[in-house]
């Protein structure tokens, strides 16, 4: 930054930082029950501005309360406190969407300024109001640790809730959100089976590096703007900082069939960063079907997210089912301009989980970039897990070119949350993997294993009769044997299986899709097994 930048920059600052000399109305009046600070002017222009200086300076963590009485507050106590729906940010309007916040705790210790946003004139713009924390906002026990916390406390997070109008949802507005934005960076929606799942991340810096801590950048602040009354839409804006970046983010937010997020983000870094990982989504795989122990567990499966799907820049559809390594897994997709990736649970029905909090309904998370990514790769991280409390899968794209201190990036992407990708094509989906001996009956060679692939629907469906698919296959190892494809016997137009058997004593990258002719029927399946 030059000498004039750094000048216009202390000037803007100082701008922001003088109380408008302005009367209190109706536009700027507190919520019912909240109360709100000195009005500042606001735009997104400086907060982009702001981020870039921040990412000059040395990063200093925002002060918390007490530590000892925060960590008194556990997932029980923590539980036990709510925001009370009356307080809430719009609850009387402007806008379809109150506005509930989280308090601290042991787990989310990190104060986050609240601000709401009011227009003072197309040319003027905004004027922001920090939301003061105060403890009477929230029920909790008489005895709860939080009782002892002073005003500097501040919120965790907070959470979008359904239309108090009824615009879009019959749940009442006052129990049932659709959006949560809580710890660190992360933030998570419902898709459109009413369900939250896996979650998303502002950035993600370093995660699995040799040697290296992985770092967790915070949102500080957020910014709520007023949507008008009929809109499915609203905007927020978002300051990340932490010791490697500082950052400037606008979210908006719609909630349609389920969730659709068109995120902006601007972002400066102060240190080098090894793995730079741009709209990271985290989720949980425990096992499934193709790979359950023995007696593990008394249900089928169990995992919010079943596999990565990838739609290159070359119009590749790719299917990458999730597994539960016993270290540590990380897998590298090389793309230009990806299309589009997510991590997606794709087993919809009730009776593959049998489970009371129904992993069939979790979203899926599609990311969709905004004009072109340039090199790089998907790549995805998968950690072993022997619980499903635990997140242990991350996907993300990683530019080609190494974060270094002082680059900067301006980015656009949308997020879809919702129950399938949202492209449809005329390739036929993967819907099973399926993992056992190999070798037919009494002649099973030491070591081989029967892979049962399933793909349904598309131009499957559009075989000729007497016409069978052919078994495109490779693989980076092993010997690969018995291969075959078949209808499966269900009775399902466009519901197929490929068998083949694999002996390796390595690990070993497969590669599959089905065929006729020159023309492709399916995506294409990749799995990486491990012998052990």
Not at 30 to 52: C, H, I, K, P, Y
Not at 202 to 219: H, L, Q, R, Y
Not at 379 to 388: G, M, R
Request: net charge negative; charged share 25%.
């Amino acid at each position: 930054m030059t000498e004039f930048d750094r000048r216009q920059f202390l000037g803007i600052l100082a701008a922001a930082a003088t109380s408008l000399a302005l009367p209190c109305s109706d536009a700027w009046a507190a919520d019912t029950g909240l109360a709100l600070g000195a009005a500042n002017t606001f735009s997104w222009d400086d907060l982009v501005q702001e981020a870039r200086f921040l990412a000059t300076q040395a990063y200093r963590p925002a002060s918390q309360p007490s530590a000892s009485v925060l960590e008194q507050i556990d997932w029980e106590a923590h539980g036990k406190i709510r925001f009370k729906p009356e307080n809430a940010l719009f609850a009387e309007g402007p806008g379809q969407y109150p506005i509930a916040f989280f308090h601290p705790g042991r787990f989310f210790p990190r104060p986050v300024k609240m601000y709401r946003l009011d227009h003072l004139s197309y040319e003027a713009g905004f004027v922001a109001r920090e939301i003061l924390y105060d403890k009477k906002h929230f029920d909790m026990p008489a005895d709860s640790p939080a009782q002892r916390l002073g005003s500097e406390t501040g919120y965790a997070g907070f959470r979008i809730q359904e239309s108090r109008t009824g615009n879009q949802s019959r749940l009442a507005w006052q129990n049932n959100d659709w959006a949560a934005f809580l710890g660190a960076s992360y933030f998570r929606a419902i898709g459109d089976e009413y369900q939250y799942g896996l979650s998303a991340r502002g950035i993600a810096i370093d995660t699995v590096v040799k040697n290296v801590t992985e770092e967790f950048p915070a949102f500080t602040r957020f910014y709520f703007e007023p949507s008008d009354q009929n809109s499915d839409t609203m905007t927020i804006y978002a300051l990340l900082d932490g010791p490697s970046i500082a950052g400037a983010y606008r979210f908006l937010l719609t909630r349609s069939q389920g969730v659709l997020m068109d995120i902006e983000s601007n972002l400066f870094l102060r240190k080098d960063v090894e793995r730079f990982g741009i709209a990271p989504v985290t989720s949980m795989y425990w096992f499934s079907q193709k790979d359950k122990p023995f007696q593990e567990d008394w249900r089928p499966e169990v995992h919010d997210s079943d596999g990565l799907a990838l739609w290159t820049g070359s119009n590749e559809h790719v299917w990458r089912p999730l597994i539960n390594p016993l270290g540590i897994n990380v897998s590298y997709f090389l793309d230009k301009n990806p299309k589009g990736f997510g991590l997606m649970q794709r087993e919809r029905h009730f009776d593959e989980y049998l489970d009371g909090v129904h992993y069939e309904r979790r979203p899926s998370l599609w990311v969709e970039p905004v004009g072109d990514w340039g090199e790089g790769s998907v790549q995805l991280v998968e950690l072993h897990t022997e619980e499903e409390i635990y997140d242990n899968v991350v996907a993300m794209w990683v530019p080609r070119e190494k974060a270094r201190a002082g680059s900067s990036y301006s980015l656009r992407y949308r997020l879809y949350w919702q129950a399938d990708e949202p492209f449809k094509t005329s390739l036929a989906r993967c819907v099973a993997t399926r993992i056992g001996r190999g070798g037919e009956s009494a002649k099973r060679p030491q070591g081989a294993h029967k892979f049962e692939v399933e793909f349904k629907g598309g131009d499957l469906a559009k075989l000729a009769p007497g016409i069978s698919p052919e078994a495109v296959l490779t693989s980076t190892g092993g010997k690969i044997s018995n291969v075959m494809t078949e209808a499966v016997p269900d009775g399902e137009a466009g519901h197929w299986r490929a068998f083949f058997d694999l002996e390796a004593e390595e690990t070993v990258d497969i590669r599959l899709y089905l065929k006729a002719g020159a023309q492709t029927l399916t995506e294409t399946w990749l799995y990486q097994f491990h012998t052990a």
